[in-house]
């Protein structure tokens, strides 16, 4: 599939592609920083990558080019999965993809802001995750992870200047229209970062005509902890608690697609009934991902009943989790090349009856909801946005398919087994928040549907994997034989060795496609884990998508687009 | 009123106090008892309403303060409230900020005045009653951009400017949907309007004819606006404007403002009844010995229809709300004031 894409590409560019290789399926090549856009602008109007997934940045100190810039992109069309890299020394600057992809302006940012690579073009660059006042940049490797920096100041988002010319905008619009001919001066007001709506801290500085919302600017970065320095400073392991707190709505799916990535590098294939097993609670913690954030939307809409009818479901789903996993949002259940343990003896019983309550409740509130003229008023035609553009902002999971495009990881390249489901893809039609509402009501009754399958038939058989260099020896091992306790030692003090090489495992999370793009140098330690957290580039068109809105309307998008502070920020 | 101050009179022997002094007894005494059941009411409702809410949301609400199913907990709330700090914002209008409460507070308690509980059993039985009504309510307006102003606060300025907004626009309705009783009733006196429903439930206003019923449906809505209720609480909108006109109050000038909301909860529903549901007329034979009771359990009853609603529905929009108000409501109350004239003309003999 890539080999021919490769060969299309070396014949289209000869030299300019200067490397290419096949990893895991995924098409790469090496370009030279000058050719790039060139490259870029040619996968995405010839080889149809209309989704840029990801820019992740890579530090290799000790090389010439110190830099390695990856972009990652998808073909939906052609199912095409490229990496296109760019090496660059220190100073160097990579011509920005924003003309190409709307996304590409907050992952460069990201890169700039994390690495220090300037991109050439870019509109407004800028860090992004930390604090304007940050000196350095925290992912390179000559960055101590313990060196704290204390930074305090607000930064304003628009500058005095900005202000004035977005007046003296509206009031020609005022004036055009109202003869009454009163100034209107524009009322900047912060939504966030400590606002009921927000879920999190995001803030969103918008200049107000009245209730309208004539510009926007988001700010994010105040939950960033650096999750990416922290998985590299632990062993590939360790890094399984900190995948909790990314969507820590749906800590489940994103264990279970961490693990899942570091198989991908490993090259080890789990069992059958860890598949399975993988599958049951990716599903629920879709559901209670879904259950959240249509509670939350929902309640800022001012319809609170059906938050207690949706969260009653998810406190059942919490209660499974608090068996299986020992704690109800931090579950930790995942390991690499299994799971932490087996079902516990009634687990199925218990997700049955359960998701009976969750058609109950679906019933229950789209009765409610669903064609309530209040509620169609409020959502239908709000917050609407092309398939197109979604694409070019980097859209994917349920706002995605809410534009009419059936883009689901588990179908587009299915792991753990999902080819063996059958389950629907509900799309909407015109990309509004009613569509990003009623697609996640439906996708809760693609997921029952799933789970339902999987505990049907769920496979006897071991749940890890047989493999010494993987998995902890069972404890009578350990106590018992000095083979066994020099195996528990060595994978605790020193991790699993992951062969070198990169791989992008990817999945289906709550709110879109979750990845996780891992750089190993064959050491117990990840070189590089670059997240690619569904929301972030959502979160980025939040702007765009509320200007000229109603600050009601405001409230209402950013709960149907499920921003999650955790992962958009790490 | 006026047996009130007989009472006071005849317990300190006749000619003892000066007429001017026994009206003003009579005034205070009447005020203190209002100002104790409206007090009294705002409480239990608080009360009802989250027991009701609980109920609608399957759960339980308040359950230990009190023993039996939380009835104690607005009691205890009251008291945990009348211990918090006492803040106002650095740089609030500090004369303004603490007045505004008040205001809200005394608008709402003035129009209580005027309300018919039963035969007699009104403190001032005004010739104007229903037109006193609707303007002391209004001070309710100027209270709520009071603390929005005051508080310096963008949130509090934008609730208050909702608040004022949808109050002003939703008395229009309001007071359009009552002026066909008027014309039936021949009189702003609320007795007289609650007198003329006796007779038989066919003859409460409400039922008098269908223009008067969407008239009743339409006072009904624009009073959950009036008090800015779900989907009408804009001014509140505790998920866009933090919580609107009173964002930066607490303890006990907070409580204030929560009083006065469930006092004109109850107040609008009063007025409900005694304008269209009858006052305290029933048609069932031998209750005729408490007609208060009657009267407070159908005002009972609409409080209860609000608070049913309020966890029901979802908000409308700023702009939806102007829109309901002035091209669907007003249009309406419009036609049926047209029409319930109309029906007057062609079926009601005048005496």
């Known amino acids: 599939m890539s080999r021919k894409l490769l060969e299309r590409l070396q014949q289209e560019f000869g030299t300019a592609i200067l490397r290419t290789a096949d990893q895991h399926g995924d098409a790469v090549i090496w370009v030279a920083p000058k050719d790039a856009t060139v490259v870029l602008r040619h996968l995405r109007d010839r080889e149809q990558c209309e989704l840029l997934l990801d820019v992740a940045g890579v530090d290799y100190p000790e090389r010439a080019k110190r830099f390695e810039v990856n972009y990652l992109l998808r073909s939906l069309a052609r199912a095409h999965r490229v990496r296109v890299k760019i090496d660059v020394a220190e100073g160097e600057a990579v011509e920005s993809a924003t003309p190409l992809w709307r996304c590409a302006d907050w992952h460069e940012r990201e890169v700039f802001d994390l690495l220090g690579v300037p991109f050439r073009g870019h509109p407004d660059l800028r860090r992004i995750l930390c604090h304007h006042e940050f000196e350095g940049h925290a992912l390179r490797k000559d960055y101590p992870i313990e060196q704290g920096q204390p930074c305090v100041s607000t930064e304003k988002l628009f500058g005095d200047h900005e202000i004035e010319q977005a007046s003296r905008r509206s009031e020609g619009v005022a004036a055009a229209g109202d003869e009454s001919g009163l100034p209107s001066d524009l009322l900047t007001v912060n939504i966030g970062p400590s606002h009921p709506a927000t879920h999190g801290a995001l803030r969103v500085e918008v200049l107000l005509d009245g209730e309208t919302v004539v510009r926007a600017r988001s700010e994010i970065g105040y939950l960033h902890r650096c999750f990416e320095k922290e998985a590299e400073d632990h062993t590939w392991h360790e890094v399984m608690p900190y995948t909790d707190r990314l969507n820590y709505c749906s800590a489940l799916l994103n264990n279970a697609i961490w693990a899942h990535s570091v198989e991908k590098l490993l090259g080890v294939q789990i069992t059958p009934r860890c598949r399975a097993i993988r599958v049951i609670v990716s599903e629920l913690a879709r559901l209670t991902d879904h259950l959240v954030c249509l509670a939350a939307n929902l309640v800022d809409i001012g319809a609170l009943t059906n938050y207690w009818y949706l969260y009653n479901v998810r406190e059942g789903i919490y209660q499974i989790f608090d068996k299986l996993c020992g704690s109800r949002l931090t579950t930790n259940y995942a390991r690499i090349g299994g799971m932490s343990h087996d079902l516990y003896p009634g687990f199925a019983e218990e997700t049955l009856f359960h998701l009976g309550r969750l058609d109950e409740a679906i019933r229950d509130v789209t009765g409610l909801v669903a064609r309530n003229r209040i509620f169609l008023d409020r959502t239908v035609g709000v917050g609407a946005i092309s398939r197109e553009e979604a694409l070019s902002w980097g859209y994917t999971g349920p706002c995605l398919r809410a534009t009419g495009l059936a883009y689901d990881v588990r179908r587009f390249a299915p792991y753990f087994g999902y080819e063996e489901y059958d389950f629907d893809i509900p799309v909407g039609e015109h990309g509004d928040t009613y569509d990003r509402i009623m697609v996640r009501f439906e996708e809760m009754k693609q997921s029952a549907r799933i789970i339902r399958q999987a505990l049907r038939k769920l496979p006897e058989g071991p749940v890890n994997i047989d493999d010494p260099r993987v998995i902890l020896p069972p404890k009578e091992s350990v106590y018992g034989s000095i083979e066994g306790m020099m195996n528990q030692f060595k994978l605790i003090y020193e991790g699993i060795q992951v062969p070198a090489g990169e791989a992008y495992g990817f999945g289906e999370g709550g709110n879109g496609e979750l990845g996780f793009f891992c750089v190993s140098n064959g050491t117990g330690r990840p070189w590089r884990v670059k997240v690619r957290p569904p929301c972030f580039p959502i979160f980025s068109s939040y702007s765009r998508l509320i200007e000229g809105g109603m600050i009601p309307d405001a409230i209402a998008i950013l709960g149907s687009l499920n921003i999650i502070a955790g992962e958009l920020d790490r | ?351």
Request: glycine residues 8%; contains cysteine.
């Open chain 2, 1 to 351: 009123m006026e047996q009130v101050t007989a009472l006071f009179a005849r317990i300190a022997g006749a000619g003892t106090l000066s007429p001017q002094l026994l009206l003003w007894l009579g005034a205070l005494t009447m005020a203190l008892i209002m100002a104790l059941v409206m007090a009294a009411c705002a409480i239990v409702f608080t009360w009802a309403e989250r027991k009701v809410a609980g109920f609608i949301q399957s759960r339980y609400g308040p359950m230990r303060v009190g023993r039996w199913h939380g009835i104690a907990q607005p009691i205890a709330d009251m008291l945990k409230i009348l211990q918090k700090e006492d803040i106002i914002p650095a740089d609030a209008d500090r004369k303004f900020f603490i007045l505004a409460p008040f205001v809200l507070f005394i608008g709402s308690l003035m129009a209580w005045a005027a309300i018919p509980f039963a035969p007699g059993f009104v403190a001032a039985d005004l010739d104007m009653g229903l037109l006193y009504i609707f303007a002391a309510s209004s001070l309710v307006t100027i209270g709520i951009l009071m603390s929005g102003w005051a508080s310096n606060n963008k949130w509090s300025l934008y609730g208050a400017a909702r608040g004022a907004a949808q109050i002003v626009s939703y008395e229009i309705p309001l007071a359009l949907a009552v002026v066909p009783v008027v014309l039936y009733a021949g009189s702003l006196n609320m007795t007289d309007i609650v007198v003329a429903q006796q007779g038989g439930i066919w003859k409460w206003f409400a039922l008098r004819n269908p223009f008067l019923f969407v008239s009743f449906l339409i006072y009904f809505l624009a009073s959950i606006a009036e008090v800015n209720r779900t989907p009408f609480d804009l001014p509140e909108t505790e998920s866009e404007l933090v919580a609107g006109y009173h964002t930066e109050y607490s303890g006990m000038r907070f409580a204030f403002f929560f009083l006065a909301e469930y006092a004109n909860l109850f107040l609008v529903s009063c007025i409900a009844t005694a304008v269209f549901l009858g006052g305290w007329g029933h048609p069932v034979p031998g209750l005729n010995f408490a007609p208060a009771l009657v009267f407070l359990a159908k005002a009972v009853l609409l409080v209860l229809a609000q608070i049913w609603i309020r966890w029901t529905l979802p908000r409308l929009r700023v702009d939806q709300l102007m829109h309901v108000c002035w091209k669907v409501m007003i249009p309406l109350a419009l036609v049926c004031l047209a029409g319930s004239g109309v029906w007057m003309l062609a079926f009601v003999r005048f005496a």
